[in-house]
């Protein structure tokens, strides 16, 4: 910070003259802003950084939407977002931690974001859970500005009608050393999915069944972040988050063949709602001249109930299976953490130390009904369950500039896991400990830095997920079992059971990254990147055929299990730059395009076409933009593509999923630098995903299954900003 002070001054004042009155000083307050690709071109490790500017320009109805529209980061089959096509792989933090209980991160409105970090290698500072990369969204930091209140309205419309949002902030001070950022926001969100599956079953009759979807969510949040200077000879942070949701869904289902399914047709109305209450404490004070220490702390409640009733409408007679389950769930989360960092102990070293804890407590109770009287399928397992989870970090960093050309992120974590609990009448115990050291080296061709190559290489890990360790077993419907005694039939490896294994180990990965950049005239950019991930432990969910405790037979299931090794790799390009700065006969549009190329086998089942499921063989994006000088207008045009592919998911399933075409286009008028009108279009091709499985359990016995989502619908958004 730099503190300017001007005075009055005449040349022509000489000997005893009387001096003029002293006029009040004031202090000026002068702050550096780097913009996006100095962040990017100024990081030792691959990151990559997406500022208000860039969020307000991509904009979207919530994170999830902004994400998609970034390079690299996928959106798999199921809806979910992966870097590198990665998402079991992939690590989202909320302001460099996991979220907590409840906070749906993908979900957060855009007017709470302050920036999206893109990281491709892993530092020691950072949760060790991203093997394919991390994306740490940071929210509105809390600073005294102008412009007090930020009002955003969208409403978004389509075939199923207008789902409407709204976002407030304001920013401002209580007293000269206390400020603070409000916020507070109301979003609606309905989707609607029919899937047709079709399924060709040897010396069987063929399998119609039709699935329809249709649902609503409505979220309201809050949060206050507030900033007090010079306290205790430090800077004390607050922060102070709530949440409510409700979740509504009707599911049906229709059978036009007569066999597996014990029904002609099924309805299920389900209601979930929940409630959530977080609150984050840091204080950070110097430490000696030129270090700091950090502490902070926080607590988190979350609480969630559910309801499903499904109702069968049973052939020959048409009579009406009825089931009810009733669901009740508790989360509780407290954390802790010390952090201190020294930039003068040694000439171009800035070295930072920390720990973290965590403690977690869960409880979940499940009831249900069949025809109005208990379900008492696998007694054994009836009753609430419980666990508690502990963990705890340590990490070392030391960020080296060696020369001028030359700057290195050196660092090692050790994380700590163990998970306590009991599931009915089953007690569940896992614990592991991990060693993630990492290196980053960046290289830097020229005085300028216009070309400069990175080198990463890491190691990093995937804990298992308590659903896995340790979930109530769930026998299939369409292949039921007596309640007063074990099952004795099989079921189809189309519809198998599924349980938990408390036994899982994490999984651990090797990673190498390497990059080249070009710095282009106008903020442009050039880069190639390669990317190997070597996987030992793989978590996977297993097809199995084996003896279980619930049946005299031997039943399908489906079972988490650590399936050996995989490894996969890549080729990443990107491009941004201003057409008209490579020809002054090209338009002034910015030009942003990315491509990637996939390459992955999992080691642990049979080939051919053993890749990682997920991981699609590569994918594109194309994105045009232009802000116009002769009117105060931005317009926008982006084009996804994501390849096909044909992989194998089980040691007796095959996929094949459809390549996909995605088309949005936005318009922006600016009325003033407070006010400005927005219309987004989204999925303006409107084409159906469409995949097929092939079940082999024999040379004799096979199954094809082909799906068909044609849930696809054009969208539009209108979004009006206001700051004053």
Known sequence: MLVWSSWAFDPCFAGDA??????????????????????????????????????????????????????????????????????????????????APGVQALDLPLSQLERVEVVRGATAEFAGQGIGGTINLVLRTVKPRKRMNEWTGSAGIDARGVTPSLSWVRHGQWTEDASYTSSLGYSSFQWESRVRGMEDREGLEPVDVETANQGQVKSIN???????????????????????????????????????????????????????????????????ETGTIKLEAGLTYFQADSHARREETVPPSASILERLRLGHERQHRATWGLKWSEGGLQEGHQISAGLEGTYGHDST??????????????????????????????????????????????GWRWQHSRL??????????????????????????????????????????????????????????????????????????LYPDTASNSALRPERAWGLDVSWERSLEGEGLFSVGLFHRRLQDRLAVALLQQQVEWSSVPR?????????????????????????????????????????????????????????????????????????????????????????????????ELMDVGAHWDLDASFGWRFSPELQLRLKASNLLARHKESRSLFEQSATSQALRRDQDRSAQRSWMVSLDAKF
């Open 18 to 99: 009387v001096s003029p009155p002293k006029q009040p000083l004031e202090a000026v307050e002068i702050t550096g802003h780097q913009s996006d690709s100095a962040q990017r071109k100024n990081s030792t490790a691959a990151k990559q950084t997406f500022g208000r500017e860039e969020i307000e320009r991509l904009g979207g109805a919530n994170a999830a939407e902004l994400l998609k529209q970034l390079p690299g980061i996928e959106l798999n089959r199921y809806g979910g977002l992966a870097l590198r096509g990665l998402q079991g792989y992939t690590q989202i933090l909320v302001d460099g931690k996991p979220p």
């Open 222 to 288: 809050a949060r206050v972040r507030a900033r007090v200077q010079n306290f205790g000879k430090g800077d004390l942070n607050l922060s102070l988050g709530g949440s409510e949701f409700g979740n509504r869904s009707v599911v049906q289902q229709w059978q036009r063949s007569a066999d597996p399914l014990p029904f002609d047709h099924a309805e299920t109305r389900n209601r979930r709602d929940g409630r959530s209450l977080n609150t984050d404490v840091s204080w950070q004070r110097p430490w000696g």
């Open 365 to 410: 109770e499940i009831k249900r009904w069949r025809q109005g009287e208990p379900d008492l399928e696998l007694p054994r397992y009836l009753g609430p369950s419980r666990f508690g989870r502990h963990e705890l970090a340590v990490f070392v960093q030391d960020d080296w500039e060696l020369s001028p050309s030359w700057s290195a992120n050196l």
């Open 420 to 493: 306590a609990g009991n599931l009915g009448a089953y007690d569940r115990r896992n614990r592991f400990g991990v060693h993630l050291p990492s290196v980053n080296l960046l290289h830097k061709l020229d005085k300028a830095g216009r070309d400069q190559i990175r080198l990463g290489l890491s190691r990093s890990f995937k804990a298992p997920e308590p659903s896995q360790l340790m979930q109530r077993p769930t026998i299939n419907p369409y292949f039921a079992c007596p309640q007063d005694r074990l099952c004795d039939q099989t079921n189809s490896m």
């Open 556 to 652: 399908w299931v489906h079972l988490p299990l650590n399936l050996g090794s995989a490894w996969s790799q890549g080729l990443e390009l990107e491009l941004k730059q201003r057409l008209d700065l490579l020809s002054p006969q090209l338009p002034p549009w910015v030009l942003r395009a990315s491509a990637s190329v996939y390459r992955s086998r999992d080691e642990a089942l049979p080939g051919p076409h053993n890749r990682l499921a997920d991981q699609g063989r590569g994918s594109a994006k194309l994105g045009l933009s232009q802000q116009l000088k002769s009117l105060p207008l931005n317009w926008s045009l982006d084009a996804r593509w994501q390849a096909g592919s044909l992989m194998r998911v089980s040691r007796y």
